[in-house]
């Protein structure tokens, strides 16, 4: 009876080792996963613990190397059939929402690439 209960006592003992074990590996694994998501500069060596550090870094340190919203925006309502004469945004012939909807749709689609200009280099 005696014998048993020391028996399990070591069982336990060596559960615990295993478990103390698994959670410095997990914790590790998730160092060494935080460390690999810094977020780093494509135009100079700088990295950033979160993305909008990095992007307010590139529009103040590097802004010739990006586009403005403005730009892509225009670059968008080309590329779609879009015109802007005068002031004037008009959407293509093939548009069958307002000039705001297309607006937006327009807008919607510069800022994700205007994002995709903070990206690491592919
Ligand atoms: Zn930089």
Known sequence: MKTEAIGQGRVKK??????AGALILLLLVAFAFAKKKEYECRYCDATFKTKAELI???????????????????EVNRELGGS????????????TGSVTEWSRHVQAIAWERYYQQFAPTP
């Open 14 to 19: 060596k559960e615990v080792a295993v478990g």
């Open 56 to 74: 307010a870094h590139i529009e103040a340190e590097h802004p010739a190397e990006i586009k403005t919203i403005y730009e892509i925006a225009d």
């Open 84 to 95: 802007y004469v005068a002031g004037v945004l008009t959407p293509p012939a093939w548009w």
